[in-house]
């Protein structure tokens, strides 16, 4: 089972909110998934990125592939370059 890293899109309409999910690439976009990662809320000024490093460094390690939207989420929050072994982001309060 090839499992990715990727998002799922949740709230009403043209309101979005999205849910960063460990899911099988064979499922639909909203479909089944196996574990909520974290969330993104583009409508917010600034956006909300709020991604539980443990569980996505956890889906990294044992092979999930991000797509190129949650990898960039990714390497804002920092959790990419924990993954990779680099220097935090300068912009990282921890």
């Known amino acids: 089972m090839a499992v990715k890293l990727r998002l799922t899109r949740v709230g009403k309409k043209k309101q979005p909110t999205y849910r960063i999910v460990a899911a099988d690439s064979r499922t639909p976009r909203d479909g089944r998934f196996i574990e909520i990662v974290g969330t993104y809320q583009p409508r917010l000024e600034p956006s909300g990125i709020t991604i539980d490093d443990d569980k996505a460094l956890k889906w990294l ?34």
């Open 61 to 94: 390690r044992t092979g999930a592939q991000p797509t190129e939207a949650v990898e960039k989420l990714l390497k804002i929050n920092g959790t990419w370059a924990t993954f990779k072994g680099e220097p935090a982001p300068a912009g990282d309060p921890s």
